[in-house]
């Protein structure tokens, strides 16, 4: 497909302020580096504004806060790409921070080698070794520390014990296992060395259904026992529900929201989270509200309540707010880049700057790959060298900058300098995330001054009751007759299947009555578990 003039200068431009941002952030974070780097609290593990971008300025995760106490089981939850993976190999060492803070046990953790964090990482594919027994795929770890045949024979004998390997098992090689038996041999090896803290990523994909629900019990159960704490990174949400003591909903790259599995299913902060926990996904029905009466689009009504209405109301004003302070820092951000022109020759200062902290980057990624490598006798001496050279290119970098900023630049005149302003990209840049501010503000205030409002109404299919089954709910909605397309009877609950003019519904029903697909029935929503979205920023405000 052909794409016009103005769509390919729109890309350059979204593509520039991506660049504009990964230099701004990089920045940031190595003038940050001369901060004494202290835990905030003492949970075992602690993520701090943690951003990954990429060389090509493509951002995976955005400003990732997280605080993990001993003992937790945290799940993070998403679909594919939106950053799990990448945020735990942060955390493992595997991917290198853009920026933020990492804290391992009280310790700042973002130049930590994998080795040196005290962690282990269970991969999906398991990579246990093919050509090894299972008690030598279990003790390798300790054979490349160099630790003595008698220590080693107690600690896999140990950890096989825990995990149920008998030595059956431990003599058999990973093709003689099931796919349970071979994620436990993971496990073993992963732990063998005493660590607490176990990083998962989807253990239990390659799994058959009837496997996996075993292995997740299994995986709790060992989790308790040893008392450790884990990170675990699925695309599952029974896994994640069923698992966790705290959920981490991630979404291109963002935090949606965390919280126990409970508080999550009861009470979503964005749409995303009410579609995505859930099976089958909350319903999502579009609505219009004239004054405090919310009407479906089968004529259906609902009043909300004075708290409802208030809250509402006060949702628009806080989101007006909140654009016009993102057009405050926009908008100072231009005028910064617009100084910063004037001044002939700074821009040019600062390529220098920034190409000597990206050289800097490299050759220190080069030592560190090195120490990675390196036998046990020689890591003190490269991690002496890395620590000197790491304050000595500080130090490089802090000068150049101090002469940049003591520097007496030539002033361009105005005329010259509007038309230098005219043809910047980055200027481009700002003035389109401006203009896509100033308009999100005016659809936001015309929303908020009009009478009639078009929303999102959220009910779970559980919450969506038939006759029979109102008697233990106290706020329920009048009588809605709603068409049934499809009955499926599930044992001890039938799922219905029905429409508001192109929606697709769901509810649930008890089995203690009988219901019989093409048929029409009186149902009641419980108004106590309605949720209502915005449908522009995709967030709950009720």
């Known amino acids: ?11 350059k431009i979204e593509e520039k302020a991506r660049e504009l941002h990964h230099k701004e952030v990089l920045r940031l974070e190595k003038e940050s580096h001369h901060e004494n780097k202290i835990a905030p609290s003492d949970d075992i593990i602690i993520l701090k504004n943690i951003n990954k971008i990429y060389p090509n300025h493509v951002q995976a995760v955005y400003d990732f806060n997280l605080s993990i106490k001993e003992n937790e089981f945290i799940v993070l939850v998403g679909p594919s790409g939106c950053g799990k993976s990448t945020t735990l ?35 999906q594919s398991y990579a246990l070794y093919p050509t090894m027994s299972v008690y030598k795929n279990i003790a390798f770890p ?19 014990q825990i995990l149920e390997l008998d030595d059956d098992l431990l003599n058999r090689r990973p093709a003689a296992l099931s796919g349970g038996q071979r994620q436990r041999v993971a496990l073993a090896r992963a732990m063998v060395k005493g660590t607490k803290i176990l990083l998962m990523d989807e253990p239990l994909s390659n799994l058959d259904a009837k496997l996996r629900a075993s292995v997740r019990g299994e995986i709790v159960d ?3 026992r040893i008392n450790a704490t884990t990170i675990y990174v699925t695309h599952d949400q029974v896994e994640a529900m069923t698992m966790s003591d705290r959920l981490v909903v991630m979404n291109n790259g963002f935090v949606e929201q965390i919280g126990t599995p409970q508080e999550i299913y009861d009470h979503p902060k964005a749409l995303f989270v009410a579609t995505f926990i859930g099976s089958p996904a909350m319903n999502i029905l579009k609505s219009d509200l004239k004054k405090d009466v919310l009407k479906l ?33 926009t908008s100072a951000k231009r005028e910064k880049r617009i100084d910063d022109l004037r001044k002939v020759g700074y821009l040019k200062d600062l390529e220098k700057l920034d190409a000597l902290s990206n050289k800097q980057a490299n050759k220190l990624a080069v030592k560190k790959q090195k120490l990675s490598k390196a036998k046990p006798e020689h890591e003190k001496a490269l991690s002496e060298e890395i620590e000197q050279l790491t304050k000595q290119y500080q130090q490089e970098y802090d000068s150049l900058k101090a002469q940049i900023e003591s520097k007496e630049y030539p002033l361009l005149p105005d005329d010259k300098l509007q038309q230098v302003v005219m043809d910047d990209i980055h200027i481009k840049a700002f003035d389109h995330e401006l203009n896509k501010q100033r308009e999100m503000l005016k659809q936001y ?20 009751l038939l006759e029979a089954d109102k008697n233990d709910r106290d ?16 044992g001890h609950e039938y799922f219905l299947t029905f429409n508001i003019k192109e929606t697709l519904c769901n509810l649930k029903a008890s089995a203690y009555q009988e219901i019989l697909s093409d048929q029409d029935m009186d149902c009641y929503l419980d108004l106590d578990k309605v949720h209502l979205f915005d449908p522009v920023a995709k967030r709950n405000i009720f």
């Open 1 to 11: 497909m052909r794409i016009s003039k103005q769509e390919k200068e729109t890309l």
């Open 89 to 123: 190999k942060m955390i493992a060492g595997l991917e290198d921070i853009t920026s933020g803070d990492l804290y391992i046990n009280q310790k700042y953790s973002n130049f930590a080698l994998s080795k040196d964090r005290n962690l282990a990482m269970v991969f």
């Open 142 to 160: 300790l054979m490349i520390r160099g630790e003595k045949k008698d220590v080693i024979d107690e600690k896999v004998r140990n950890i096989a």
């Open 222 to 224: 060992l989790h308790k």
């Open 297 to 329: 689009e089968n004529g259906f009504e609902i009043k909300l309540t004075k708290e409802q209405k208030a809250t509402l109301d006060k949702y628009y004003v806080d989101v007006i707010n909140e654009i016009n302070e993102d057009i405050k820092v």
């Open 445 to 464: 205030e015309k929303i908020s001054a009009e009478e009639e409002k078009e929303l999102l109404l959220g009910v779970r299919p559980e919450d969506i």
């Open 475 to 490: 706020n329920l909605s009048s009588k809605m007759v709603v068409h049934i397309d499809l009955c499926e009877l599930l």
